[in-house]
Protein backbone atom coordinates (compact mmCIF):
# COMPACT_ATOMS: atom_id res chain seq x y z
CA UNK A 1 0.00 0.00 0.00
CA UNK A 2 2.56 2.50 0.53
CA UNK A 3 4.49 1.89 -2.94
CA UNK A 4 0.97 2.21 -4.12
CA UNK A 5 0.61 5.79 -2.09
CA UNK A 6 4.11 7.19 -3.08
CA UNK A 7 3.36 6.07 -6.41
CA UNK A 8 0.07 8.34 -5.77
CA UNK A 9 2.14 11.28 -4.84
CA UNK A 10 4.38 11.30 -7.89
CA UNK A 11 1.69 11.17 -10.33
CA UNK A 12 -0.66 13.49 -8.60
CA UNK A 13 1.53 16.10 -6.56
CA UNK A 14 0.70 19.43 -8.20
CA UNK A 15 -2.32 18.98 -10.60
CA UNK A 16 -5.44 20.60 -10.26
CA UNK A 17 -8.66 18.63 -9.34
CA UNK A 18 -10.63 18.92 -12.51
CA UNK A 19 -7.32 17.60 -14.39
CA UNK A 20 -7.73 14.78 -11.35
CA UNK A 21 -11.40 14.13 -12.53
CA UNK A 22 -10.40 13.75 -16.23
CA UNK A 23 -7.67 11.52 -15.69
CA UNK A 24 -9.38 9.27 -12.66
CA UNK A 25 -6.65 9.89 -10.53
CA UNK A 26 -9.52 10.78 -7.83
CA UNK A 27 -8.52 7.88 -6.10
CA UNK A 28 -4.81 8.44 -5.86
CA UNK A 29 -5.48 11.94 -4.14
CA UNK A 30 -8.24 10.21 -1.69
CA UNK A 31 -5.59 7.71 -1.14
CA UNK A 32 -2.90 10.31 -0.30
CA UNK A 33 -5.10 12.56 2.01
CA UNK A 34 -5.83 9.10 3.69
CA UNK A 35 -2.29 8.59 3.95
CA UNK A 36 -1.47 12.24 4.95
CA UNK A 37 -3.85 11.39 7.94
CA UNK A 38 -2.63 8.28 8.73
CA UNK A 39 0.60 10.04 9.05
CA UNK A 40 -0.90 13.13 10.92
CA UNK A 41 1.55 12.30 13.97
CA UNK A 42 4.60 13.84 12.15
CA UNK A 43 2.47 17.23 11.44
CA UNK A 44 1.97 17.86 15.29
CA UNK A 45 3.23 20.38 17.54
CA UNK A 46 6.94 18.61 19.12
CA UNK A 47 5.72 17.50 22.41
CA UNK A 48 2.98 15.63 20.81
CA UNK A 49 4.85 14.23 17.80
CA UNK A 50 7.84 13.26 20.06
CA UNK A 51 5.25 11.35 22.44
CA UNK A 52 3.69 9.65 19.74
CA UNK A 53 6.97 8.76 18.22
CA UNK A 54 8.13 7.05 21.40
CA UNK A 55 4.87 5.15 22.06
CA UNK A 56 5.19 3.93 18.98
CA UNK A 57 9.13 3.04 19.22
CA UNK A 58 8.15 1.30 22.62
CA UNK A 59 5.70 -1.15 20.42
CA UNK A 60 7.95 -1.76 17.71
CA UNK A 61 10.75 -2.73 20.29
CA UNK A 62 8.36 -4.70 22.38
CA UNK A 63 7.83 -7.05 19.11
CA UNK A 64 11.02 -7.42 18.46
CA UNK A 65 11.69 -8.74 22.01
CA UNK A 66 9.11 -11.24 21.28
CA UNK A 67 10.16 -12.08 17.74
CA UNK A 68 13.95 -12.94 19.44
CA UNK A 69 12.59 -14.29 22.44
CA UNK A 70 9.80 -16.33 21.39
CA UNK A 71 11.36 -17.71 18.10
CA UNK A 72 14.33 -16.83 17.80
CA UNK A 73 14.53 -13.95 15.08
CA UNK A 74 17.00 -11.17 15.06
CA UNK A 75 14.40 -8.52 14.66
CA UNK A 76 14.78 -5.73 12.16
CA UNK A 77 16.50 -2.04 12.56
CA UNK A 78 13.51 -0.41 13.71
CA UNK A 79 12.16 -3.13 15.75
CA UNK A 80 15.91 -4.00 17.92
CA UNK A 81 15.73 -2.80 21.42
CA UNK A 82 19.66 -2.14 21.30
CA UNK A 83 18.74 0.59 18.92
CA UNK A 84 16.47 2.82 20.73
CA UNK A 85 18.96 5.45 21.23
CA UNK A 86 18.86 6.18 17.39
CA UNK A 87 15.02 6.97 17.19
CA UNK A 88 15.90 10.55 16.42
CA UNK A 89 17.97 9.23 13.55
CA UNK A 90 14.88 7.12 12.47
CA UNK A 91 12.95 8.99 12.72
CA UNK A 92 14.32 11.64 10.17
CA UNK A 93 14.69 8.53 8.02
CA UNK A 94 11.14 8.47 7.86
CA UNK A 95 10.25 11.86 7.20
CA UNK A 96 12.55 12.09 4.81
CA UNK A 97 11.75 8.67 2.67
CA UNK A 98 7.87 9.03 3.14
CA UNK A 99 6.26 11.84 4.58
CA UNK A 100 8.22 14.85 2.75
CA UNK A 101 7.03 14.09 -0.63
CA UNK A 102 3.69 12.98 0.76
CA UNK A 103 3.16 16.25 2.47
CA UNK A 104 5.10 18.39 -0.24
CA UNK A 105 2.66 17.10 -2.89
CA UNK A 106 -0.62 17.53 -0.85
CA UNK A 107 0.35 20.98 -0.70
CA UNK A 108 1.19 21.22 -4.17
CA UNK A 109 -2.14 20.17 -5.05
CA UNK A 110 -3.74 22.48 -2.24
CA UNK A 111 -2.13 24.94 -0.45
CA UNK A 112 -4.17 24.87 2.44
CA UNK A 113 -2.14 21.44 3.52
CA UNK A 114 0.78 23.91 4.09
CA UNK A 115 0.25 23.76 8.00
CA UNK A 116 1.19 20.07 7.81
CA UNK A 117 4.22 20.42 5.61
CA UNK A 118 5.44 23.25 8.23
CA UNK A 119 4.69 21.02 10.84
CA UNK A 120 6.69 17.99 9.25
CA UNK A 121 9.24 20.40 8.76
CA UNK A 122 9.80 21.70 12.03
CA UNK A 123 9.54 18.10 13.46
CA UNK A 124 12.62 16.66 11.26
CA UNK A 125 14.32 19.77 12.63
CA UNK A 126 13.12 18.51 16.19
CA UNK A 127 14.39 15.44 15.57
CA UNK A 128 17.68 15.99 13.56
CA UNK A 129 18.85 18.49 16.68
CA UNK A 130 17.79 16.07 19.39
CA UNK A 131 19.99 13.18 17.47
CA UNK A 132 22.88 15.54 17.25
CA UNK A 133 22.80 16.35 21.24
CA UNK A 134 23.22 12.32 21.59
Known sequence: ALLQTQ???QEVGGRQE???????KQEHAASMMITGCD????????????????????EFFNQGD???????????Y???????DELP???????DNICM????????????F???LDGCLSNRRNWSNLGERR
Open 7 to 9: RSV
Open 18 to 24: DELERDG
Open 66 to 76: IERDKFGHTPG
Open 114 to 116: RPL
Open 101 to 112: ELYESLEKANPL
Open 78 to 84: MYDRSKQ
Open 39 to 58: LSAITKPWEVQRMVAEKIAS
Open 89 to 95: KMQVGFI
